[in-house]
């Protein structure tokens, strides 16, 4: 798809072998960002790969965001809002469960069966 260029920028939220192959995708001076581990495993990065071809890793994580940078979040609320509020921004809906029924909302992230978010509604 990029006539073997490669891609400028990957969002890694598997990790692990999925990482590596990642990485054998990645343009000189690509970026990768590993942002979440859904495959449970972790991945070697090649540093004489990156020196060799420009390319960078960065991890991000919004947990760890919020607590040493919040000032961040403050910074980019309005605009995250507006665009959520002119339907810019589309967020799908997997499932709803009554409120009484957490626990099988829980048990579906858990088993990583759904694509999009599990609203409780009260």
Known sequence: RTGGRGADVILDSLGGSYTAEGMTCLAPYGRMVAFGNASHAYCQVDTGALHASCRSVRGFSIGSTRRMRPAWFGEAAPEV??????????????????????????????????????????
């Open 81 to 122: 809002l507006a665009s959520l509020a002119a339907g810019r921004v589309k967020i799908p809906i997997a499932a709803r469960f009554p409120l009484m029924e957490a626990a099988g909302a829980h048990e579906l992230l858990e088993q990583r069966k759904v694509t999009g978010k599990i609203i409780l509604e009260v």
